[in-house]
């Protein structure tokens, strides 16, 4: 299961600098990590250390987006809480289909959408609270986001 802990944390990793300094060559065989790659960078692997982007050309692992490289390290490396804000509003249905081939948790610093991917199934740990559906997930990860929930300094709502 995806769980997700908004806000500051401590002793989090960086996706694409753990990626840089951990990537296994062996890791763009598999079928899933071939498929986030497609589906959110809209790149192929070609064999070895080649991909072909559509916008770059030719590259290497290297030069994968943040946003992917942070997945895949997410994929790969389950019991480290790697920092999901790299990764952007297109990762948010791998995300949740990682969550549903492996335990995870990871930190979110913004909320990212996840309007039209339901039926999903995610922890936010914040509150504990396992979410279903859209739009329980969107008002506590604003709960969340912001503590004061809409209240000004005099107590009183936006």
Sequence with gaps: MLHIRFGDMDQVAYGPRWFKYNYDISWFQDPFVRKMIEEVDK??????????SPVLGPIPPEKL???VKTL???YEMPDKVFDATSCGANC??????????????VNLR???????????????????MIVRNNRDYTL??????????GKTEEGEGR
């Design 43 to 52: 790149t192929r692997y070609i064999d070895g250390y080649i991909f072909e």
């Design 65 to 67: 987006s943040g946003g």
């Design 72 to 74: 895949i390290m997410i």
């Design 92 to 105: 948010a249905h791998m995300l949740l289909e990682i969550g549903k081939r492996k335990d995870v948790t």
């Design 110 to 128: 913004y909320f990212m959408p996840m309007k039209g991917l339901e039926p999903f199934e995610l922890t936010i740990d914040n509150t504990g």
């Design 140 to 149: 506590c990860a604003l709960d969340c986001l912001d503590p004061a929930g």
